[in-house]
């Protein structure tokens, strides 16, 4: 297993190239070269019956400054995995694929860019940020215009949402426009959010409102500059076409705009998608999918090896183990934690109803309609364990005994992986090094007085990295440590205080001012607390973007001191119109 994870982690540092479908663009940028400006990939890709690289132009390669040469695949999708052979864009139940080619379908009214990720277009998909000003780029991100190469497709997937079998569900307002390549060799799948009807709607209309597509846009890039593996937003457009919303399931239906966000994943394939096909007994399809997942994204696992399925679901659930520990490290409640919402690759996707914590509370829940609480923050390792028993449910149709023996296995180690990656993660936000008896209870004992005292989660962890030994020796907590201090009141802080600092001692060379440089590192001083999305929604309703973009910035270094955030009150207490707050269940 160590050398497994260690071989992934290796591959994210040097991505292989694979064949894509889009020699097209890569030989016009090669052969072109001399006369265009701008060129997405300067490299040649041909491929084999295996769809192997076979070899590329070795130039420098720079961002375009168009859409011209630009392009993207659905080849490498179509060809390997069944589509649907209805094509018409109509609500049905589908079997026995797992795409549906679908359009996506373009606002009536105006559109405006919302906000753009720099380092998306740049980074990932080669684009100069001056293209986020053309007419081209906005026409592509609100899906009403279809790249040269791509084939828009709607994804069949299944899944348990709260602990129940949903049956069909399925990208109902989601549009996978294609595939890029960028120059790293990098594969990203894009996808539309909120781009219209498709197959699996459901009684939906296929949109997405300003609101929660503002939360959806900020937190994924939010949570990619806090370390998490996260799918991520390259741009968000709004329209004046209008929307309905029922914003609380409460009978109060309000008219909203309608937006959408153009996100980028390596892979949207879920939990879910291998369910569905399990439920119908759809087994040559469900090999040939698990098999498309192993060879495009488990390159540590041998396609051809009979234990391949097992091997597959050991990452799924170290991978998962290690997401939801960051997860709690960050005090981030998904808010819908369905089997259809859980990524094969154990990344976060699907950015409905979630809340980072404000005050320290295991029962928080950010999905005013979870009314079960199924869904609290405290309760998400339990649901990882749950939804990994739902993945092994629907690949034992595909395992012999010894196999299922060993899958079952890997499931019961699931919890020492959790509560190891869980430790390890709080020693570091506590500063501690090495190992020691009595760390556990100090990590729980610290919690425990900000539960009790209320305290805020993240400026809490933030503070005592900010603060010094003597400071803290003194118990006199100056004000400006004011979610400290609030723990300060405790009348154990004292007793913790004690063990704290002489835990600290055994620290092997280490010093206060390096203690605290550490600490700052992994302990943020901002992230996207439910008040600051909101009042970022409120001016953007009336086409004011510049909190978005605002946040935007502050949340690309969430652990740096920003003078407009601390002007915008984003390290302080949360303010007092905003301390009832809910999150909105629709989206």
Not at 539 to 546: G, L, P, R
């Amino acid at each position: 297993m160590t050398q497994r994870i260690a071989f992934l982690i290796r591959r994210l540092q040097f991505p292989r190239l694979l064949f894509l479908g889009m020699t097209h663009h890569a030989l016009v940028c090669c052969l072109l070269q001399p006369v265009l400006e701008g060129s997405v990939t300067l490299w040649h890709l041909s491929s084999n019956e295996s769809s192997h690289l076979q070899g590329y132009c070795e130039r420098e390669a720079k961002l375009a400054s168009s859409l011209d040469f630009w392009t993207l695949s659905s080849d490498n999708l179509i060809a390997l995995l069944p589509s649907d052979p209805v094509k018409e864009n109509y609500v049905r139940k589908v079997k026995n694929c797992i795409f549906s080619i679908a359009f996506p379908t373009p606002f009536k009214s105006r559109v405006r860019l919302v906000a753009v990720s720099k380092e998306v277009l740049e980074d990932i998909l080669d684009l100069d940020l001056s293209v986020s000003k053309t007419d081209d780029f906005i026409q592509l991100v609100s899906g009403k215009k279809i790249v040269f190469g791509s084939i828009p497709l709607a994804h069949r997937y299944g899944g348990y949402q709260f602990g129940i079998w949903a049956d069909q569900l399925g990208d109902g307002r989601a549009h996978l426009i294609g595939i890029y390549m960028n120059r790293q060799g990098e594969k990203w799948e894009l996808q539309l959010k909120g781009s219209g009807k498709t197959p699996y709607s459901r009684n939906g209309d296929g949109r997405a409102v300003l609101r929660s597509s503002v939360r959806a846009f900020l937190c994924s890039e939010a949570m990619h500059y806090l370390g998490i593996p996260t799918s991520r937003a390259a741009s968000l457009v709004v329209s004046d076409d209008e929307v309905w919303r029922d914003q609380f399931y409460n009978g109060n239906i309000t008219k909203e705009r309608g937006a959408i966000v153009l996100r980028a994943a390596k892979s949207w394939f879920r939990i879910g998608s291998l369910e569905i096909l399990a439920h119908y007994g759809e087994l040559e399809l469900l090999r040939t999918l698990l098999d498309f997942v192993i060879q495009e994204h488990l390159p540590s696992i041998d396609v051809k090896e009979p234990n391949r399925y097992v091997d597959l679901f050991s990452i799924v659930v170290s991978e998962t183990a290690q997401l939801i520990a960051l997860w709690m490290s960050v005090g981030f409640a998904h808010g819908v934690c369905n089997t259809d919402n859980f990524s094969l690759l154990s990344i976060t996707i699907d950015y409905g109803p979630f809340g980072f914590m404000e005050n320290y509370n295991p029962d928080y829940v950010p999905n005013t309609s979870d009314d079960e609480r199924r869904y609290k923050i405290g309760n998400q390792a339990n649901i990882g364990m749950f939804n990994l028993n739902k993945l092994l449910q629907a690949l034992n149709p595909l395992l012999d005994p010894r196999q299922k023996q060993l899958a079952a296995q890997i499931l019961e180690g699931y919890p020492v992986l959790y509560y190891t990656r869980f430790q390890k993660l709080f020693k570091a936000k506590l500063g501690l090094l090495g190992e020691r008896e009595g760390d556990d209870d100090l990590i729980a004992f610290f919690l425990h007085l900000m539960e009790k005292t209320e305290a805020d989660f993240t400026m809490t962890f933030r503070q005592l990295s900010e603060i010094t030994q003597s400071q803290l020796l003194e118990l006199n907590i100056p004000q400006q440590f004011w979610a400290l201090k609030t723990v300060s009141e405790h009348k154990l802080f004292p007793a913790w205080v004690s063990q704290y600092l002489l835990r600290l001692k055994s620290n092997m060379n280490d010093s206060d001012s390096e203690r605290r440089k550490r600490m700052t590192t992994v302990n943020p001083r901002y992230v996207l607390k439910n008040w600051m999305a909101e009042s970022a929604v409120q001016k953007a309703e009336k086409n004011d973007f510049s909190e978005v973009r605002l946040l935007q910035q502050v949340l690309r270094h969430p652990f740096q001191k920003h003078s407009a955030a601390e002007k915008a009150g984003y390290a302080s207490p949360t303010p007092s119109w905003a301390k009832d707050l809910r999150v909105s269940c629709s989206s």
